[in-house]
């Protein structure tokens, strides 16, 4: 009697240990897929090239990316799911937002897109240091110098001065903005969800407002796309979308500690996609610079979950 007691609840916890790892698994090959997906909207973007303005393609990026999300406006309840209280918070984070698109769909076109996918993973670094400022929180030492050695990465990448720029240092410039614009939409994020605003209607009005201001800002710089460019186009507003419902299901299914390193496979995928279509071959510079980069970031991520871990 003794033993069968002891081993039912082994026998009742097993299921959910499998059903636990499931879930994880699952939860990491969305992410993977997720991260490819936006690689192939950063290489429709590249393909589009200098002829359409920056403003176009962020307007027909979420254009057309507003009906792939009306299912899961419909699904989360409908119009009901997009009421909010905080139109001022929905605003800044379409600034925020905004910043941060310019940057990349600049980078892309201008940069191998493995490098503005590198630099997009500054955001880390300038979360940490604008949640001094704005989240009033406490960043120590190992923080502070994962942030320094971050910044180190970017230099070995950029090489300013030298060709590591390749002449392009207002890219570079927009690029490493983008990731500031990320940052601060992050913490907008943040204090949204903590004032109860439901995530369908963040993503929603991110979108329909970031089509309205990039839609303004290209009437005075439009360009009618060919049906070649219309494709691509189209490709980047769906493909987003659809990249987007993979990682926020991923999220959903896993747990944030264990997903959030996976997403770094993007610099695999945009890597392989610059050097076997552009031929866009980093060199060794780049590779260090990258491996720095991401390294910081990844402790940055490790000593959040630590700190969680202590509250």
């Known amino acids: 009697m003794i033993e069968t007691g002891r081993t039912a609840p082994m026998d ?36 589009i090239g200098t002829r359409i303005p920056v403003a176009e393609v962020i307007l027909f990026r979420n254009a057309f990316a507003i009906p792939a999300l009306l299912p899961v406006v419909l699904a989360s309840g409908g119009l009901a799911a997009l009421a909010t209280r905080n139109p001022m918070s929905h605003a800044a984070r379409t600034l925020f937002g905004m910043m941060g698109m310019i940057g990349a769909f600049y ?22 240091i604008l949640s001094v400022p704005l989240l009033n929180e406490r960043v120590g030492w190992r923080r502070g110098a994962a942030v320094l050695v971050g910044f180190l990465g970017v230099v070995l990448m950029v090489r300013p001065g030298g060709e590591g720029m390749r002449g392009e240092g207002l890219a570079v410039t927009l690029c490493l903005l983008g990731a500031v614009g990320w940052a601060l939409a992050m913490i907008t994020i943040r204090r949204m969800g903590e004032a109860g605003e439901s995530s369908v209607a963040i993503v929603f009005w991110f979108t329909v407002g970031s089509a309205v201001l990039a839609g303004i800002a290209s009437i005075p ?3 009618w796309p060919t049906a070649v460019e219309w494709a691509l186009l189209a490709g980047i507003g769906l493909v987003s979308a659809l990249a987007q419902v993979l990682m926020t299901t991923a999220y959903r299914t896993g747990e944030t500690t264990l997903l959030a390193p996976f997403e770094y496979s993007g610099i695999v995928w945009t890597t392989a996609l610059g050097a076997f279509v552009w031929a866009e071959l980093p060199d060794g510079w780049d590779f260090v ?13 490790h000593r959040e979950v630590v700190l969680g871990v202590r509250r």
């Open 12 to 47: 009742e916890a097993q299921p959910d240990q499998q059903a636990r790892m499931r879930a994880r698994r699952r939860g990491i090959i969305l992410l993977l897929i997720a991260s490819a997906t936006f690689a192939l909207s950063a290489a429709f973007a590249k393909a």
């Open 107 to 128: 980078g892309y076109v201008h940069l191998p897109i493995a490098t503005v996918t590198a630099l997009g993973f500054t955001m880390p670094l300038f979360l940490t």
């Open 221 to 223: 710089v439009w360009v």
């Open 289 to 301: 610079g990258i491996a720095v980069l991401v390294g910081a970031g990844l402790y940055i991520w």
